[in-house]
């Protein structure tokens, strides 16, 4: 999980680093007129999305009006297709010189890295291609949780060499770095990254930006520190964006669910196209059933599939859990039709297809909207899904009239997706025809 | 008909192993087996330890802290840690762990420590960090470490899996034999795995190893350190990877592939998922994101790296399976045979949920506890070593043990027991002895404190003698003997009876009776309620209390009627003056014209009770084998006469007879019952909580005995 750079920052502060001290958080222009302001202030878009200095979400402001004009036009931007609705308003810095730091994770190794170089304020990527004798980079082969003095003197040594500036400030950026690699460790992050660490005129080392991205698998044992910055621990967001209501709503579930089409609630489908829900078991499946469902509809029918969503129903759901997997698709307005595949490891068989039916006999009494449900069923406990798969036909045949389970492999995943878009496009035209218009 | 599988020696796993640690495979194929451990023993690690084993895993041993000295599927011998279990099995090879996130790393990290080579870290969700101390000490070991979020490793040809694979990977198969040729799987994801395996079976294709590398950011084992591993085994042909978005395993592996062409001479072909993710946001598996801004983990840098490296990727199943037959050009196997074993399969009718005991095996006729015929028993050991024998399995080997058993029975008789008091008196022998144990606070702090599970059954034996004591009005003559100057044995016979110098042979026909009613598997409805308590980890003394309610006059109390019935017989022969035969006829007549039950007759499984015999031996050597036995030995001939049914008689029936001769109080015949059934009930407690899911639902018709086969008491 991302944080927003205000909600960085506020961490870093915790940890003995120095931030521009933090003016507000607004949402409208209302609220800035309201504030007495010390100018020159920086204003900058709260998103999650890399990238938005370019794209003009980092604005200094020298007086009320200019930040008046500021404020509402960075409310109506967009940067990679993500609108902006928080702004933070900050003191702006005399800078003298930029340095870079991070501490991540190495993403051959997953040792924790740090890379530090006294070239701040620029795509460190870039850097690392044209010049990287510019940047400085060690490996804690150990996992220490505190950073030995030694390293962090070497990574100060090098930057002095880089600029000789700097060693007035030895002992501040040791202190930095050190720092910097504890809050990596206690907050348990991904990536801690400072990039431009200013180094002021009065000789002061401030983090100017802020980028913390959490490991979401240890949130649950971070929960005093989200809190601290007002995150409820049980939330989620992703790295680029918030959760959709889908997204939201599966996940309070607790299942990994994410929209492939952007506003999924109100979206207006194409009339020539099939749009295919996903209920597949794992989640490279999950992953690989949106490339099937794309492949197949590229080259069987004319680039006209589209598929919605990405699901994942991890290891062993509990039946109300794959029901409600169904659910969602169900209630989705785009779907059109629901492509499945159980392939029991972990998870049994016999559970899947009775929260599948479970689904399909609640929506049918309560009357709401079915869609066809394609898929195969192979693995741990097939015997006993498939004598429960029997049974609920003879028992109940109306709900399951459009459910099409093949037992067993003997047509594999690919095939089974063929079919499915073939009879999805069926029912689509006979629905046209049948309803008249 | 079963082909047979490759011997482990040959395979794929086994070459792994030799890999990491030569010496462990040099014993093992002196073994011929490879053993494994589980770590973990939740809901899901215990189900797959089943699995695996059905599949053909030697599963040696588990790990779960808390549960040491209890057993998995009844057999399977569970460890505090992995560091004990090492040392009772040093050759354990693979170890699954299967903990919650929260607990993986120092389960891991400990059993990394213990040399094992090869680790499966099921587990998901394991925070970075712990991961990272994981890899430290991964790394120190040379393990080899799939996961964490793998799905296990399968290895077809020699019928091993660890892990949650499921039975659907095809082996060679050529002659009728199975072979170790085929292409080795390496997948991120699970799902993927068994996609990939069944579209390749569907063309003939077969794995010789499906390894899940596990589809969290930070894993063991990567690609990079697995490729070139594998297909350095001879019999692997080719080698198919699954890789994803996220990440940089591809990346790299390609890399090296370019850096070190001579460590890869075989084919490569790479399935992709994931070319139209969106960006930055995480799919299912932890490491499966695209980084926003990153020069890797995207589909297309993974496709362009391994393309560079020579590698064929693809991202349909079509296209895979064409692409590995073109390389190939062979099939493995008939694919009709795939196909059947498969149908096989899910047309199979769901398969019924056994469970097992280790305790009595009873079949018609037999009564086998732990392997040894229960008449064997009753000849040739005592109660004591009866009951040490039921706890443990074995029967004690010295002495000593028994005699600390004796001290600790009669210790327990002598121990105070404040409140019976308030307890009614009730002709139910059952009934007070089962509220006695409800209320006896000794005997509660007893069983809860002491670990020793045989201990506290000999405790209770002690305490029950006292119970009967009370109920018999013989405590004042209990007491004013010196225990120091008799046996256990003796103090019950006097609890019981009252009798101070009974002689042996008398205190020896008791015990004997007493030990001839132990136990009767989980066929009687008193084994049956304690189970129904164990299984809701009620405490110790009130599931016995409730299996000892359930003995009744329809279920083991029938002895008391059945004495009273032949000593009726026998008062009428003399009053009447006619032969015993007559008199049984005649009374047998009477009563069932007047629509009574004859006791101690007809038993649910045996046609020839096998407890019976021996104690009509011992009652003859003891002198006790008078009118009353004599009529017991022929009422089942007299039944036959009257009514034209067999009914053996049983053992309620025998124990009647005898107590009758021995001139006790019949109301004792059920007393002997409750009383011996008290150590068997105690050792089917034990069994349920040491070895069972607690409130698992029981089935007692599905109970398969797996204990020790038929021995003989030496």
């Known amino acids: 999980m991302k944080l927003y750079e205000h909600e960085a920052k506020q961490i870093f502060e915790k940890f003995g680093l120095t931030i521009p001290k933090q003016i507000a958080v607004i949402e409208t222009t209302e609220e800035l007129e309201v504030l007495t302001l010390n100018f020159p202030i920086m204003i900058k878009a709260m998103v999650l999305i890399g990238g938005r200095g370019k794209a003009g979400g980092i604005k200094k402001a020298d007086n009320s009006d200019e930040a008046k004009q500021i404020v509402s036009e960075m409310l109506d931007l967009t940067i990679h297709g993500y609108p902006i609705d928080k702004l933070l308003l900050e003191e702006a810095i005399d800078i003298a010189s930029e340095i870079y730091l991070s501490v991540t994770t190495d993403p051959a190794t997953f040792d924790v890295v740090i890379v530090t170089s006294a070239s701040g304020g620029i795509d460190i990527e870039e850097i690392a291609r044209t010049k990287p004798e510019e940047i400085w980079k060690t490996s804690i082969l150990d996992n220490s949780k505190v950073l030995p003095d030694s390293i962090a003197q070497e990574a100060v040594d090098f930057l002095i060499k880089k600029n000789p500036d700097l060693i007035a400030l030895d002992n501040q950026l040791k202190t930095t770095i050190c720092s910097l690699f504890s809050l990596f460790q206690q907050v348990e992050a991904k990536v801690c990254e400072i990039n431009p660490l200013i180094l002021t005129k009065d000789n002061k080392i401030i983090a100017a930006d802020a980028k913390l991205v959490l490991d979401d698998n240890s949130l649950y044992r971070q929960a005093p520190m989200l809190k601290s910055i007002s995150i409820d621990p049980n939330s989620k967001r992703h790295d680029v964006a918030e959760q959709t209501q889908f997204e939201a709503l599966a996940y309070k579930i607790g299942f990994p669910y994410l929209d492939l089409l952007s506003e999924p609630v109100n979206f207006v489908k194409e009339k020539d196209k099939l749009y295919v829900g996903l209920v597949p078991g794992g989640a490279g499946y999950g992953i690989f059933s949106i490339d099937e469902v794309v492949n197949i509809g590229n080259r069987y029918f004319d680039s006209n599939v589209i598929p919605i969503n990405f699901m994942d129903s991890g290891g062993g759901p509990s039946l109300s859990k794959v029901a409600d997997m169904f659910h969602i698709l169900m209630d989705h307005p785009a779907a059109d039709l629901i492509i499945t595949s159980r392939f029991g490891g972990i998870s049994s068989c016999d559970i899947f297809i009775q929260g599948l039916i479970m689904s399909l006999r609640d929506r049918f009494m309560k009357n709401k909207r079915m869609i066809p449900v394609f898929g195969r069923m192979v693995g741990t406990d097939l015997a006993a899904a498939r004598a429960f798969f029997e049974r609920a036909k003879r028992e109940t045949p109306e709900p399951l009239k459009d459910l099409h389970i093949i037992i067993g492999n003997q047509k594999i995943m690919a095939d089974v997706i063929k079919d499915g878009i073939e009879y999805g496009f069926k029912v689509k035209k006979e629905l046209k025809q049948g309803g008249g218009n | ?714």
């Open chain 2, 1 to 714: 008909m079963a082909i047979e599988k490759l011997s482990s020696e040959q395979g794929l796993l086994h070459y792994l192993i030799k890999k990491v640690r030569p010496e462990l495979a040099s014993k093992i194929s002196e073994s011929k087996t490879i053993e494994t451990m589980i770590v973990g023993l939740g809901r899901q690690g215990t189900r797959h330890a089943q699995l695996m084993m059905e599949y053909g895993t030697d599963v040696t041993c588990g790990v779960a802290p808390g549960k040491g000295g209890r057993t998995v599927h009844e057999t399977v011998p569970v460890y505090n840690s992995a560091k004990e279990a090492i040392i009772e099995h040093p050759n354990i090879a693979i170890a699954s762990i299967w903990r919650h996130y929260s607990t993986a790393k120092d389960a891991t990290i400990e059993v990394i420590r213990t040399g094992i080579p090869i680790v499966v870290l099921i587990s998901e969700f394991i925070p970075l960090k712990d991961v990272r101390d994981i890899l430290v000490v991964a790394r120190k070991y040379k393990t080899i470490l799939f996961g964490g979020n793998t799905p296990g490793i399968i290895f077809p040809p020699e019928g091993i899996k660890v892990g949650m694979l499921p039975d659907i990977f095809q082996a060679e198969q050529k002659e009728g034999k199975i072979g170790p040729k085929g292409v080795t799987i390496l997948s991120r994801s699970g799902a993927i795995l068994y996609h990939l395996s069944d579209a390749l079976a569907s063309a003939g294709i077969a794995q010789n190893g499906v390894l899940g590398v596990g589809g969290d950011g930070a894993i063991g084992s990567r690609f990079v350190d697995l490729v070139s591993l594998v297909m350095n085994y001879e019999n692997t042909d080719l080698v198919v990877i699954a890789g994803e978005i996220g990440g940089m395993q591809e990346e790299l592996l390609a890399q090296d592939m370019l850096s070190h062409p001579e460590k890869y001479p075989k084919p490569i072909v790479a399935l992709i998922s994931g070319a139209n993710a969106p960006e930055g946001k995480t799919m299912g598996h932890a490491g499966a994101v695209v980084a926003p801004g990153q020069s890797y983990g995207t589909y297309s840098s993974k496709k362009e790296a391994l393309e560079k490296a020579d590698v064929d990727v693809v991202n349909h199943q079509r296209d895979l399976i064409d692409t590995v037959k073109s390389k190939l050009n062979r099939i493995y196997f008939k694919i009709d045979d795939y196909y059947k074993k498969m149908s096989d399969k899910w047309n199979a009718k769901p398969p019924e949920k056994t469970w097992g005991t280790l305790i009595t095996n009873v079949m018609p006729n037999n009564i086998m506890i732990r392997g040894y015929p229960l008449q064997e028993i009753i000849a040739k050991k005592g109660l004591l070593e009866t009951l040490y024998l039921l706890q443990r399995g074995e029967f004690a080997d010295t002495e000593e043990e028994i005699i600390e058993l004796e001290k600790i029975a009669k210790n327990a008789i002598r121990e105070e027991f404040p409140n019976y008091d308030g307890v009614p008196k009730s002709p139910d022998v059952s009934k007070m002895l089962g509220t006695f144990l409800q209320i006896d606070k000794r005997l509660s702090n007893y069983a809860s404190s002491v670990s020793d599970e045989s201990k506290v059954v000999a405790y209770t034996l002690g305490r029950m003698v006292k119970y009967l004591a009370i109920i018999q009005d013989n405590l004042e003559v209990l007491n004013s003997v010196k225990d120091t100057d008799v046996s256990f044995a003796d103090l019950i016979y006097l609890g019981l009876v009252g009798e101070a110098q009974p002689g042996s042979l008398k205190v020896r026909l008791l015990e004997a009776m007493i030990t001839a009613c132990v136990d009767h598997g989980i066929t009687p409805p008193s084994a049956q309620a304690t189970l129904v308590l164990s299984s809701t980890r009620a405490p110790y003394e009130i599931a016995l209390s409730a299996g000892i309610q359930a003995i009744t006059d329809v279920h083991g109390g029938a002895g008391q009627k059945a004495a009273e019935f032949f000593l009726s017989v026998v008062n009428k022969s003399k009053e009447k003056n006619i032969p015993l035969e007559e008199s049984t006829f005649e009374m047998m007549n009477s009563a069932i014209k007047a629509g009574k039950r004859i006791e101690g007759l007809g038993h649910r499984i045996h046609t020839q009770d096998p407890r019976k015999d021996i104690l009509w031996q011992l009652a003859e050597e003891a002198g006790y084998a008078k009118d009353c036995v004599t009529v017991s030995k022929m009422v089942s001939d007299v039944l036959f006469r009257v009514r034209g049914m067999n009914l053996p008689i049983n053992v309620d029936g025998v124990i009647g007879a005898i107590t009758a001769d021995m001139d006790i109080d019949p109301k004792l015949a059920k007393a002997i019952f409750v009383f011996g059934r008290t150590v068997g009930l105690a050792a089917h407690y034990y069994e349920e909580i040491n070895t069972q899911p607690q409130m698992r639902r029981l089935a007692f018709d599905k109970v398969i005995y797996k204990g020790h086969s038929i021995r003989s008491v030496e």
